[in-house]
């Protein structure tokens, strides 16, 4: 089994784990993201006071709306992501160690190598994937209108407003949102979103520029101690992890919040605020109508949730690979010891 596929099976197990334990802060951030409602905004509602509110007026199922597309875009993404990754990483580490017998560099990857390697692996990780993060979207940000709430609509609106459908499908699986967003824009309506989200490969790349940098301070620091060992334990995987995702979600988040905008149902009619032609048209109104202050809505929930989420992928993706590495051995060696006749 090849490194490359090893590390990408890892990569894909761990996101799942991680996935799976944090998907309910996935869409509560979801929700803050795409919030245009202004009398909604003038209340500041905490990330566990809103996942409380979405379980009593919608259910608990809600906040895992979306979890099966999900699963399934996590173990393709991230299996895509290091799978390429470690093609690209192999093939820069094979240039250094050239470099390095013509008498530049010290023969390992540098931190601008790195990033390109990062960023060449996530634009192939977004084109293929984006369709999966479309529907995902749309199903976070899918909230059910009680009976109750559509009474008091229906009080308030114009005999002209009461025509339209305000209640929304009580059945919105996977299907009915592929279905939606072809009937909306075609094959293309599957790509909304796709230009911020390749400018957001610098998020991954920051991450793994950061991780891998202060993995190896810390593996060379290991090896001058007088121990000579330069293991590194689960739990410092997990803090690594950890700091270089908060200082790429701090970067690029503004990124993320217009790429969930495009990516969420539109209102067509109606406030002209609420409606989307593009990533420019995006960004131009969220200025106009919201300020910058806009394009970090949600900033608290994505902090906690995508900082929990890289370190318990980091985690378990390295203790997999160990894992799977063991096992490989020891298999070769069993299959070198003779056979009794």
Known sequence: ????????????????????????????????QTERDLKKEKRKVGTIEQMCQVVKQEGW??????????????????????YFYQIFRNKAETAAL???????????????????????????????????????????THTKISKKDH?????TTSPEETTLPVIEPLSYGTNHVIQEVYDEAGLLGFWKGVFPTLIMVSNPSIQFMLYETMLKKLK?????????????????????????????????????????????????????????????????????YEGFAGFYKGMNTKIIQSVLAAAVLFMVKEELVKGVRLLLIKDGINNMKPKPL
């Open 98 to 140: 050239q470099s390095q017998k013509k008498g530049i560099g010290d023969g390992s990857v540098g931190m601008l190598s790195s990033l390109v390697v990062a960023a060449l692996s996530g634009c192939v990780n977004v084109l293929l994937t984006n369709p999966i993060w479309v529907v995902v979207t749309r199903m976070q």
């Open 151 to 155: 009474s008091n609509r229906l009080a």
């Open 1 to 32: 089994m090849s490194d490359a596929l090893i590390n990408g099976l890892a990569g894909a197990g761990g996101g799942i784990i991680a996935q799976i334990i944090t998907y309910p802060l996935q869409t509560v951030n979801a929700r803050q």
């Open 220 to 288: 060379k620091r290991r090896a001058l101690s007088k121990q000579g060992n330069n293991g590194v334990t689960a739990l410092e995987i997990f803090l690594l992890g950890a700091l270089a995702k908060l200082g790429a979600t701090v970067v690029t988040y503004p990124l993320l919040v217009v790429k969930s905008r495009l990516q969420a149902k539109q209102v067509t009619t109606g406030d002209k605020r609420h409606h989307y032609k593009g990533t420019l048209d995006a960004i131009l109104k969220m200025i106009r």
């Open 61 to 82: 199922e809600r906040l895992y709306g979306g979890l099966t597309p999900s699963l399934v875009g996590t173990a393709a993404s991230q299996g895509v992501y290091y």
